[in-house]
């Protein structure tokens, strides 16, 4: 998940970092309490780098650990801060691992422009 440093993320953008529909967004928004976005003069939600951060503790929940709803609401209730840390080091971690095989890629691209000389 890739949040480019944005303000605001439609509810579109969120579904497609984590590959679900809109209308799994809206359902997740109805059942968990903490994932509140604010909404426009129009009606559209604006999610917030945290809101992201919210949809993805809960997609890693109900989706990569395989709670049931009621296990996800449950475990967040008791553990929330310790998910929201797993989650902040796997969007660390993927960002580092990002960055280290763009070097890579530069590395790799540089060294074939060198040999070609």
Do not use: C
């Amino acid at each position: 998940m890739d949040t480019n440093g944005k303000y605001y993320y439609s509810i579109g953008e969120v579904a497609a970092m984590f590959g679900v529909n809109t209308s799994m967004i809206r359902y997740w928004e109805k059942e968990f309490d903490v994932l509140r976005p604010r909404k426009s003069k129009k009606g559209n939600r604006l999610f917030t780098e945290r809101d992201v951060r919210y949809v993805h503790v809960i997609y890693q929940l109900l989706k990569v650990k395989g709670y049931t709803l009621a296990g996800a609401k449950q475990a967040l209730k008791e553990r929330f801060s310790d998910y929201e840390e797993r989650v902040i080091l796997l969007e660390t971690f993927d960002k580092t691992r990002n960055f280290l095989l763009d070097l890579d890629k530069a590395l790799a691209e540089r060294q074939k422009k060198t040999e070609k000389k």
